[in-house]
Antibody, heavy 117, light 103 residues
Framework: QVQLQGSGPGVVKPSETLSLTCTVT?????????WAWIRQPPGKGLEWIAT???????YYTSSLKSRVTMSVDTSKNQFSLNLSSMTAADTAVYYC??????????WGQGTLVTVSS | EIVLTQSPGTLSLSPGERATLSCRAS???????LAWYQQRPGQAPRLIIY???SRATGIPDRFSGGGSGTDFTLTISRLEPEDFVVYYC?????FGQGTKVEI
């Protein structure tokens, strides 16, 4: 059974960089598929942030591209997200997911990140 | 960049009724890349329809999807109490804004 477990700080100060990691179990990232981060501000809809292939090739949403970095560590079966210059508008639940290239078939539990001083 | 517009924003129905949710793309998209998700409060979304019309594993047959080109629909034939939640369509890295089905 594929499982994704996101981890990271619950609170980030304004202007700081958010770092999140997702650990995958039950499936080897190096086998393939795509891996992504999606966020959902409280009470709002879903926003795609970034996608990475097992090779390390990345795709970033245009509105966040200047602030986002995504990476993969196949030796640890993990992938990560860095989002810089955080503001209150970045307060959201951040989900790590497995993306088949067509649909998302596995979701992490979500990590609530609050931007606050 | 493709924009997905879902309508209505909120759908008010009763248990046992039929629900029809719409997802319209700003340009023609491949049906194989169109999916629907259900999100219950406090939970991550879950896949219910992929490839526009294929039910995901474990999804009851009261859920069906259809459409092509720019217009897609999610139909719930007979609403059960647990179906009164939020639904999103997705194409590649874009989501619709969601439709809430309420009693």
């Amino acid at each position: 059974q594929v499982q994704l477990q996101g981890s990271g700080p619950g609170v980030v100060k304004p202007s700081e960089t958010l770092s999140l990691t997702c650990t995958v179990t039950g499936y080897s990232i190096s086998r393939g598929s795509y891996w992504a981060w999606i966020r959902q501000p409280p009470g709002k809809g879903l926003e795609w942030i970034a996608t990475i292939e097992h090779s390390g090739r990345t795709y970033y949403t245009s509105s966040l591209k200047s602030r986002v970095t995504m990476s993969v560590d196949t030796s640890k079966n993990q992938f990560s997200l860095n989002l810089s210059s955080m503001t209150a508008a970045d307060t959201a639940v951040y989900y790590c997911v497995r993306y088949s290239g067509y649909y998302i078939d596995y979701w992490g539990q979500g990590t609530l990140v609050t931007v606050s001083s | 960049e493709i924009v997905l517009t879902q309508s209505p924003g909120t759908l008010s129905l009763s248990p046992g009724e039929r629900a029809t949710l719409s997802c319209r793309a700003s340009q023609s998209v491949s049906s194989s890349h169109l999916a629907w998700y259900q999100q219950r409060p406090g939970q991550a979304p879950r896949l219910i329809i992929y490839g526009a019309s294929s039910r995901a594993t474990g999804i009851p047959d009261r859920f069906s999807g259809g459409g092509s080109g720019t217009d897609f629909t999610l139909t719930i034939s007979r609403l059960e109490p647990e179906d009164f939640v939020v639904y999103y369509c997705q194409h590649d890295a874009t989501f619709g804004q969601g439709t809430k089905v309420e009693i």
